[in-house]
């Protein structure tokens, strides 16, 4: 038993910084392909901070670049065409983002997917994960308990995608 429980540690947890994290949450592929990145893709993601402020606080966050999730799933991400713009990234169906809004040749929205919080780990209450969209001047995409991650690849001229016309 304790030979299966020590093989079953690192597929739950991530070493990140000498401490240990949860997994990157699964990401949902258009083609409905559930992609769990492994532990060696994850530790190639580039890890960042920001000082954000919500209304209760200001702190110092660190993670994930949210646009680098997908793309280390095998989503492009780059040189977006039109047909592209309406793709979005959606964390359990609470806010979505599209690909051309975290693109940083459009409209370069910053979002992290967060894990820390002030140097430490999440409160039992923000989950393991969770947003922080340090611009946007009200925190209602600052999700927690982020769980799951889908991109969605809509159509133009789709009219059973949401918002399409």
């Known amino acids: 038993m304790t030979l299966k429980l020590r093989n079953l540690l690192p597929a739950l947890f991530l070493p990140v910084s000498g401490s240990l994290f949860a997994a990157i949450p699964p990401v949902t592929l258009p083609d409905g392909k559930v992609v769990q990145l492994s532990g060696q893709a994850v530790a190639a993601l580039q890890r960042q901070s920001v000082s954000a402020t919500s209304p209760d606080k200001t702190a110092s966050y660190g993670g994930h670049d949210l646009r680098e999730i997908p793309k280390a799933a095998g989503v492009p991400t780059e040189a977006l065409r039109s047909k592209d713009l309406t793709s979005t990234v959606v964390d359990g169906c609470q806010s979505a983002f599209t690909l051309s809004e975290l693109d940083p040749m459009i409209g370069n929205k910053q ?20 947003h922080v969209v340090p611009t946007d001047h009200r925190p209602t995409r600052w999700v927690r308990q982020v769980a799951s991650i889908a991109v969605s690849a809509p159509r133009l001229g789709d009219k059973n995608s949401p918002g399409m016309p």
Do not use: F, K, T
């Open 111 to 130: 979002v992290l997917l967060i894990d820390q919080d002030n140097g430490q780990p999440l409160q039992a209450a923000d989950g393991s994960w969770r």
